[in-house]
């Protein structure tokens, strides 16, 4: 029984000289900061073949973040022009409230009673001519 474990041994001791050594995760992350770092990431054929795309998502992000300063801007005129509207409304309905009172009957009669004219007290007639068809 000897001779059987001696053998699996030898043949892992063969597989691992075969394979070469894997390297530590740390060690593969490590390299692959240093080449952004560096710059080396940028050369690489990968990237340079790509270029126009990595052109393209820049440009779509700067729409994206002048989108954003657009709508920014946007919301504030909206609301200044809202509250140039509120202001108006209210000069209109305080200037409708002020003719209504000017021109109430009582007032009218009021203003005109120094001027010679006074308030009728016979109703209004209505005069009516009937056609012949």
Avoid at 55 to 82: H, R
Avoid at 100 to 117: D, H, K, M, N
Wanted: charge should be positive; aromatic fraction near 8%; hydrophobic fraction near 40%.
């Amino acid at each position: 029984m000897n001779e059987y474990i001696q053998k699996e041994e030898a043949a892992e001791q063969e597989k691992a000289k075969k394979q070469p050594a894997k390297k530590s995760g740390k060690k593969l992350k490590a390299n692959a900061f240093v080449q952004i770092l560096n710059g080396d990431y940028l050369a690489k054929e990968f990237v340079v073949n790509n270029l126009p795309f990595v052109f393209f998502l820049l440009f779509l992000m700067l729409m994206l973040i002048g989108k954003g300063y657009y709508a920014k801007n946007l919301v504030k005129e909206i609301d200044t022009a809202q509250k140039q509207l509120d202001a108006t409304s209210a000069e209109f309905v305080e200037a409708k409230a002020k003719l209504e009172e000017e021109t109430r009957r009582s007032e009218l009669v009021e203003q005109l009673g120094p001027r010679g004219l006074k308030e009728t007290t016979n109703p209004a007639k209505v005069i009516r001519i009937k056609q012949k068809d």
